[in-house]
């Protein structure tokens, strides 16, 4: 089902906002910022700490300065809400088979050339129908549509933190988890908010080059990997995306590179999923990435020592497995989105009892 169509139909038409008071309903007053001379703000949420004066937005056009104090417009305001497999975001090592009630809000704090969401990501919030769904009636929704989690996903969480932040709790107490699929372009102090209160947290890596951010993402590497090091610091479970994009962020010399940082820095169990690039919004010019590729990827980085390296996006291919690093059987055997077995007695493999990472319960 189309996400927009489930929001109309399923998602309790009741909590509609009626357009009188919906602005009102979706504002509620940013968590990171510093106020400045001359009611200006600077936004302390992103890398970009956004400068801006009164009654401008910043860059990712979902916040407002009004007067001097500066606000999400974004709480609560999902445009795209779906029921997904927890493998489509894609997290492998956490409640396989389970699904996430996932949700999005308008806006993004980078502007990749290759977004598949850009309609949503890339517009503001008063440029997409809005449904009102405040913390409690998200977890209730998780719960009446089976989810075991509240995936925040589609455009980038960090830019409507604030929803995250509240929902996460709401989902606590009422028994739900909450992962966060997410850029990672995200200053220290909102991300260590966002790993206390969620269970995992997926960063879409996109490449490992300060070229490529700037060229292809309109954002910078080195923050990303500074958010990774500490959810990994934290201890907030953590999976890696990388998508492929032929000819842009493809090289040995790259995969290489990307492996070596992954294991020093983030330890050899880390899950790294290559992802097949499909053509679209500003790359459309560029082929899907040919599969050989994506197994070059995986034989750098499986020969530099990563203990879990997924394909991703190719269904049917055995990479979509999770197969234990010392006995080499598979424990999580999957096929597309679907889980077909779980090998796995409390977090170890079945076979050899080898220790397999992850949020297998609970
Ligand atoms: S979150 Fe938005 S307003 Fe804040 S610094 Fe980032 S782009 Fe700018
Ligand atoms: S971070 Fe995600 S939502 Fe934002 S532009 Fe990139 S791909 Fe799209």
Redesign the pocket.
């Known amino acids: 089902m189309d996400r927009r169509l489930f929001v109309r139909t399923l998602a309790l038409p009741c909590f509609a906002a009626r357009a009188a008071d919906a602005d009102a309903r979706f504002t509620v007053e940013a968590r990171f910022y510093e106020k400045q001379p001359h009611k200006k703000i600077k936004c302390k949420l992103c890398p970009r700490e956004c400068v801006i004066d009164d009654r401008e937005r910043g860059y990712c056009g979902a916040r407002e300065n009004r007067g001097g104090t500066y606000y999400s417009l974004v709480w609560a305001r999902v445009c795209a809400a779906h029921v997904d497999p927890i493998e489509k975001k894609p997290l492998f090592h956490f409640l396989p088979g389970s699904t996430a009630f996932s949700v999005a809000t308008a806006g ?1 704090n ?3 050339k ?5 309609d949503i ?2 517009v503001r919030p008063e440029q997409v129908s809005g449904t009102y769904i405040p913390p409690k009636d998200l977890a209730a929704l998780t719960r009446r549509n089976d989810c075991r989690s509240i995936a925040y996903t589609y ?2 969480p960090v830019v409507f933190c604030e929803y995250v932040l509240d929902s996460a709790e709401a989902g606590r107490a009422a028994g739900v988890k909450s992962v966060v699929i997410s ?1 990672g372009y995200v200053q220290e102090e909102p991300l260590k908010q966002l790993c206390r209160r969620v269970d995992a947290i997926k960063i ?1 890596l996109k490449g490992f080059s300060e070229k490529y951010f700037k060229e292809v ?1 309109n954002g910078e590497l080195k923050p990303v990997l500074n958010a990774l090091a500490i959810i990994r610091k934290l201890g907030t479970w953590c999976e890696v995306v990388y998508l492929v994009v032929p000819s842009l962020n493809d090289s040995d010399e790259e995969f290489r590179s990307l492996a070596r940082w992954i294991k020093t820095e983030l330890g050899p169990d880390v899950p790294l999923h290559f992802s097949r690039f499909y053509p679209e919004y500003l790359l459309k010019n560029l082929p899907p990435t040919p599969l050989p590729t994506l197994e070059r990827a995986k034989a750098i980085c499986d020969a530099e020592g990563l203990h879990y390296v997924y394909i991703g996006n190719v269904p049917g291919h055995p990479a979509e497995s999770t197969w234990c690093p010392k006995c080499r059987r598979a424990v999580v055997e999957r096929a597309g989105f679907a889980v077909r077995a779980v090998h796995l007695d409390k977090g170890k493999c079945h076979f050899c009892q080898q220790a397999i990472p992850g949020i297998w319960e609970g």
């Open positions: 993004c980078v502007n990749c290759f977004c598949q969401n850009w990501s890339q455009s980038e850029g879409d993402v």
